[in-house]
């Protein structure tokens, strides 16, 4: 029994541990510093403390194997816990074969800030609508482009940093 409770102490400390390290790493590319460096400091007294324990018992299979389940899993966890988080702002692109000018009102009705631009494609002159946004109302934006044009071509890139133009506070429903 003592051998299980100390594997799952194992497997468990490994699973914070990374995810600590998944969502620092997101933050540091964010320019997060200060909470970088916060979950740096708890993520490495964890580490520590794990490692401490399996470098004293490297012939014990099962640790090794809590060791590295529990790596795997954190990844998992880490990046499950940054998406539900949705640090950070974004900017998509988006074609659509619908009328642009309604899902433009549509858009900015909800108080996302649209800037359309005009592009050439292979059957011709598009607008692209280009719009900048918090990572939280990508899920809104989606349910929005589901309802107006489900088939419309969009890209979503990471925007590290958004300053000037309009960015009215989105609506959240």
Wanted: aromatic share 10%.
């Amino acid at each position: 029994m003592t051998f299980i409770l100390g594997y799952l102490l194992i497997f468990s400390a490994r699973i914070v541990d990374v995810s600590i390290s998944v969502v620092r790493t997101l933050l540091m590319v964010r320019g997060k510093k200060f909470q970088a460096a916060a979950l740096g400091c708890i993520e490495v007294f964890i580490y520590i403390t794990v490692l401490t324990k399996i470098m004293g018992q490297l012939d014990n299979l099962g640790n090794l194997i809590a060791y590295s389940l529990g790596f795997g899993t954190g990844q998992i966890v880490g990046i499950f816990i940054e998406q539900k988080m949705a640090l950070g702002d974004a900017t998509v692109q988006v074609i659509t074969k619908e009328d642009e000018s309604q899902l433009v009102e549509i858009l900015r009705g909800e108080g996302f800030g649209v800037t359309v631009v005009q592009g050439y494609g292979k059957n011709g002159v598009k607008q692209i609508l280009h719009i900048a946004l918090k990572r939280n109302m990508l899920a809104r934006f989606f349910q929005i482009m589901k309802e107006f044009d489900s088939e419309a071509f969009i890209t979503v890139m990471d925007t590290k940093d958004i300053r000037g133009g309009y960015m009215q506070r989105m609506k959240r429903k």
